[in-house]
């Protein structure tokens, strides 16, 4: 009776097990040939933008750092000297979370441009934080202490001052407060590495 | 404070801000064909929000254990297969495939559940559960939550199991809402003299526009609980 | 050889217009409203689904001889997901920002009950042609469906179409039609203009 029963099992499910076997095949093909691709373009949407956020990297040379707990990113030129810092951060925006790259130079004095790698801001409005001509040139070339302000008149370039977008006042206060929270937090980190003492 | 602060961020933002089927646009399906009485919309609310905390259960288990690149189990198994080996074992291309099949099972498994010990319970929103399996709303929250898995920048981000929850339960919870409340739309719009093509879905969408807008209110909303909750 | 069932022909005609998936039997809802607020992502989907319709139809009919009645939708939801899988790995890998774009709606073709019903409908009783030229015109038709919408989001909501300038540079973006809610009113006034004019056509014919 069991012996039937199994051997009946078996002949309905063979069917289910042969496909699955197939499919599995295919995954893993695709995987294989992909997989390198898939981690190229990960690893492209981050290093891929350092060059433009520190002046002098090349996205090749970049490496990946973790220094107490926080993951970051060493600014290399091509020779393979490190010009600055590359500072993933996010925090709440007015609508869902905005995720940044601060780039730094190699003391951490100055910001030397940001990056918006993804936002959820109201088009038209709030969306041109991703904008480097209406919004994120403003953080080129500022000093990192005091922190940033936000303010709603033009101000003079690298000043301290970003500012705000015309009725998106809360999303330019949220990328800068996000800019100023990480900032510190790195200055903390960095000074208490051996690598800083150590001169890099 | 932080934790607290977070998990209510998490709840608040699924449940009202970013609404599942009024932000997300999951679950329209059942939105539009099953609103048209508010017993029925409530119970098919309930049986959501019952399946997707378990489906959520399951989905987080497996992604966190199992399929994940560098889950404890996968790299338990291979380096019981190959001693010394380096490499990180990443399962993360079965990651939907086992959504979808623990999807059906943990449907199967509340139906027969459900009718063995609470009959009442069954006779409430019994006849939703099948039509659930293919509900995007469920498979949207375990691929959510795969994201705060696989895609967190650090392990401390990496979503436990209580976020998980959290997100789940609220998620269905919003799902309840915006359909109990399009229902109770929908039996005024019977007394109503709607145009004649716009009859059914048409109008279901319309009033439906009108509500994301509504929801669209609670934009912003978060940046303020978080201030709130962590001064 | 007696054919049961509607020819090849009549399939792929079927699906485009007059049982068109998005229109006539509401399925495939949410793509439809998400992934319409531009063309680009609204035609890359309408891609994806496609190549996961045919194949699993393909894959169903093939199979259609030696399925048990009991085991079909098991087999069924193995298959799409799959391909899913593999469409979504290719994205990833040759269109990454789109991938990004789209999101989850991709790995939610899964449950999109489009694909399933025609595996059912179709794929399961008919010969593998047959289930080819269904599997395309279903998918034709989901795409004029997604494109409609796209073209009525994209032009009102950024003046572009297919990202190229149509409107001028002084019009108005309608911000609200890239939103969610405008997702939800176009495809409430399409579908109302769709029954409008079938209604109306009704009417003359008899």
Not at chain 3, 47 to 54: C, D, E, K, R, S
Not at chain 3, 113 to 140: N, P, Y
Not at chain 3, 151 to 159: D, N, Y
Not at chain 3, 170 to 194: E, S
Request: one cysteine or more; aromatic letters at 10%; a negative charge.
């Amino acid at each position: 009776m069991t012996k039937d029963q199994s051997g009946n099992l078996l002949g309905q499910a063979w069917l289910v097990l042969c496909l699955s076997l197939a499919f599995g095949a295919a995954l893993a093909g695709v995987e294989i040939g992909l997989g390198p691709k898939i981690a190229e373009n990960k690893r492209n949407e981050t290093f891929g933008q350092i060059p433009s956020l520190v002046p002098g990297a090349a996205s090749e040379t970049s490496t990946e750092a973790v220094m107490d707990g926080m993951a970051v990113f060493e600014a290399r030129a091509e020779d393979g000297s490190q010009v600055g810092w590359v500072v993933p951060a996010g925090g709440q925006g007015f609508a869902d979370r905005i995720e940044i790259l601060v780039g730094l130079d190699l003391p951490a004095e100055r910001i030397t441009g940001i990056y918006v790698l993804a936002q959820k801001e109201t088009p038209g409005l709030g969306d041109f934080i991703t904008d480097e001509e209406r919004f994120r040139h403003w953080y080129r070339n500022q000093s990192t202490d005091p922190p940033l302000e936000v303010i709603k008149t033009e101000p003079q370039p690298g000043t301290g001052k970003i500012m705000a977008l015309t009725g998106a006042t809360i999303s330019s206060d949220a990328v800068t407060d996000i800019v100023n929270r990480s900032v510190a937090e790195f200055k903390v980190t960095l000074a208490g590495s051996p690598a800083a003492s150590g001169g890099a | 404070m932080e934790y607290i602060a977070s998990i209510v961020l998490i709840s608040v933002g699924a449940a009202l801000i970013n609404n599942f089927v009024l932000h997300y646009f999951v679950g329209i399906c059942p939105f539009v064909g099953v609103s048209r009485r508010v017993e029925m919309a409530f119970g098919m609310g309930c049986a959501v929000t019952f399946v997707i905390s378990i489906a959520a259960f399951l989905s987080w288990t497996f992604t966190y254990f199992v399929t994940r690149p560098g889950a404890p189990v996968t790299s338990w198994i291979w380096g019981m297969v190959n001693p010394g080996s380096e490499a990180v074992v990443d399962l993360s291309i079965l990651n939907y495939i086992i959504y979808i099949f623990v999807i059906a099972s943990s449907v199967q498994f509340v139906e027969m559940y459900l009718r063995k010990f609470f009959p009442a319970l069954f006779k409430a929103f019994g006849i939703f559960l099948p039509l659930i399996t293919t509900n995007c709303a469920i498979l949207f929250g375990c691929l959510e939550i795969m994201k705060h898995i696989t895609g967190a920048s650090s392990p401390a981000e990496m979503w436990g199991l209580d976020k998980a929850l959290v997100f789940a339960v609220s998620g269905g919870i919003g799902f309840a809402i915006a359909i109990t409340m399009m229902a109770g739309i929908r039996e005024e719009l019977d007394l109503c003299d709607v145009p004649k093509p716009l009859e059914g879905a048409g109008i279901t969408l319309l009033v439906a526009g009108i509500m994301a807008m509504a929801f669209m209110g609670f934009t912003g909303v978060d940046r303020g609980l978080e201030a709130l909750l962590l001064k | 050889m007696p054919s049961k069932g509607p020819t090849a022909t009549e399939r792929f005609i079927n699906g485009i217009i007059p049982e068109n998936p998005l229109y006539r039997n509401l399925l495939g809802l949410c793509p439809a409203l998400a992934v319409t607020n531009g063309m680009k992502p609204a035609l890359t989907m309408a891609g994806a689904t496609a190549f996961v319709l045919i194949c699993a139809n393909v894959i169903t009919s093939l199979l259609r001889n030696v399925l048990k009645p009991h085991l079909r939708i098991l087999v069924f939801t193995l298959t799409i997901a799959t391909f899913v899988t593999i469409a979504d790995r290719f994205l990833q890998a040759f269109m990454y920002d789109m991938s990004k774009i789209l999101g989850p709606y991709v790995p939610l073709i899964i449950v999109n009950c489009m694909i399933i019903s025609r595996c059912e409908v179709c794929a399961s009783k008919q010969s593998v042609g047959v289930a080819f030229s269904d599997a395309v015109g279903v998918s034709l038709g989901f795409c004029l469906g997604l494109a409609s919408i796209a073209t009525v989001r994209e032009i009102l909501g950024s003046g572009t179409w297919l990202e190229l300038r149509v409107l001028p540079e002084a019009w108005p973006n309608w911000g609200i039609m890239v939103l969610p809610p405008g997702a939800f009113l176009t495809l409430g006034l399409l579908l109302g203009g769709w029954n409008w004019y079938n209604a109306r056509r009704e009417a003359k014919a008899s």
